[in-house]
């Protein structure tokens, strides 16, 4: 033992010394050597490139059923997982639907799954198509992987096919009501693998998914983005979505067409940054450009709370005493994806819209109170069960969100409402005549009260003012 640890310690002692000779004849370490190997070659990503991103750690501990999908993993960053497994059978299937072959149906008998519709479905082509995308493809993911060049060029081809048959049979179920196939069977399959291809995590770059379109479309086959829009509306539904877009603009990926369609009219309604007026450092920045009352101080300052129906949901607007807000429906979807726009709004260098909007929000709603008001007003129709976990969510949605005020496409319509409640909570006649409206005629019934009391006190009033009087007269 004592003769094995000697000769371990000479062995190390010679590494060194060798190591130490090698200086001195002028050849640096090994891993100098490598790191100027990677200097001399350059970067092997660009960060410039990169539209697919990780969940940043901070946000990802608070919402992580958020971000990490449930049943399918589509791209790398959740590729091998081992409970997401058992939708690969799956994904294979439709592959054989795209490629025109033929499976096994119940009872052993083949049946027919699609036919070939055009030539350049054979594999062969998708794989060339793909390796030739591959590098172009993991520069535009925001780490490197250790996948394969084989294995990645065959996750391109599988998880991209799966995602565009998809696609096509969901635009055949909006149409036709039924669908004969397993995931349009059963019914909780459908809308689970709808909010796990919203993810930010789980996407594939689009150019990805338009040059295996153009392999395996035909001629009657409506467009890709209107394939996506309608796959991802029921998430949070509106009329005529397909409008709400140019179809000639550039996207990302599947999650960036969705939120797209919500920015049309406010990207309009923007005033250019050379435009805004300059804020003075003599006002506070909080006060100035953040929200800083709730929606029952809105409503007791005199602000008009209303709906502000057929507009996009971002599209808020105050004036004259006035805030208009787009109504918004809130069900198990909505938070979900809300998260994955600011997610990606997070890690992109680009107006942070829903980052924005949900900050806003959070500022509007504090509790329970504040929700009964925006729901009276037509302004939030929810199923969550009651209006505390509604505002329990919305105080939840803005944690660990990195709010840059100088980015908010709001900030004239709160500096607006500010002034107005600074204005009125500045005067004390006001607060006083908004309180007795508030105590003594906000129903009838308090109204009524009023009177009654009123009446009361004239009735007491004059039967102390005849016994006094009475009395004098007697003396």
């Not at 995602?163 to 909006?174: A, D, P, R, S, T």
């Not at 992109?348 to 500022?363: A, C, H, I, Q």
Request: with cysteine; net charge negative; hydrophobic share 40%.
């Amino acid at each position: 033992m004592v003769k094995a640890t000697k000769g371990k310690r000479n062995a190390m002692n010679q590494k060194k010394k060798r190591a130490h000779q090698k200086l001195i004849e002028g050849h640096p370490p090994e891993w100098v050597i490598n790191i100027k190997k990677c200097v001399k070659g350059g970067p092997q990503y660009d960060s410039g490139n990169w539209t697919i991103y990780r969940v940043p750690w901070s946000l990802r501990e608070v919402h992580k059923s958020a971000f990490v999908p449930k049943i399918i993993s589509i791209g790398p960053f959740h590729y091998g997982d081992p409970g997401l497994r058992f939708m690969e059978e799956h994904k294979m299937r439709y592959l054989l639907r795209l490629l025109g072959s033929r499976t096994t149906g119940k009872g052993g008998q083949a049946e027919d799954l699609m036919p070939q519709v055009h030539n350049a479905t054979l594999l062969e082509d998708l794989e060339q198509a793909m390796r030739e995308l591959e590098q172009k493809t993991r520069q535009h993911y925001s780490e490197a992987f250790n996948i394969d060049s084989s294995d990645f060029v065959q996750m391109m081809v599988i998880d991209g096919c799966f995602v565009l048959e998809l696609l096509h049979l969901y635009y055949k179920f909006e149409r036709e009501k039924y669908v004969d196939d397993p995931i349009f069977t059963t019914r909780w399959m459908l809308r689970t693998i709808q909010r796990d291809l919203v993810k930010l995590e789980n996407q594939l770059p689009f150019f990805v998914l338009e040059k295996l379109f153009d392999l395996i479309s035909v001629a009657e086959d409506p467009s890709l983005i209107d394939l996506v829009l309608t796959f991802f509306d029921p998430l949070l539904p509106r009329k005529y979505i397909k409008g709400l877009i140019d179809p000639e603009e550039e996207f990302d990926h599947m999650l960036e067409v969705f939120r797209s369609t919500f920015l049309s009219s406010v990207k309009q309604n923007i005033t250019p940054a050379s435009k805004q007026p300059e804020i003075s450092v003599n006002f506070p920045l909080v006060q100035e450009r953040q929200l800083v009352h709730s929606v029952t101080e809105l409503e007791e300052a005199g602000v008009e709370l209303k709906n502000r129906e057929e507009s996009d949901l971002l599209d808020i607007s105050f004036q004259g005493g006035v805030l208009k807000i787009p109504p918004l429906y809130i069900d198990d979807n909505t938070a979900p994806l809300f998260l994955n726009f600011v997610a990606y709004e997070q890690c992109e260098d680009g107006k942070p819209f829903f980052t924005n909007f949900l900050m806003f929000f959070e500022s509007l709603i504090n509790s329970s109170a504040d929700v009964e008001i925006l729901h009276k007003n037509g302004i939030i129709n929810h199923v969550l069960g009651s209006d505390q976990d509604v505002a329990d969510l919305f105080n939840k949605l803005g944690r660990e969100v990195v709010y840059d005020l100088d980015e908010c496409y709001l900030s004239q319509q709160i500096k607006g409402v500010n002034n107005y409640c600074k204005a009125y909570y500045g005067s004390k006649w006001r607060v006083w005549f908004t309180n007795l409206k508030h105590d003594y005629f906000s129903s009838p019934w308090t109204f009524f009260s009023l009177l009654a009391a009123i009446f009361l006190l004239l009735l007491t009033t004059a039967q102390t003012y005849y016994t006094v009087y009475g009395y004098y007269i007697s003396s």
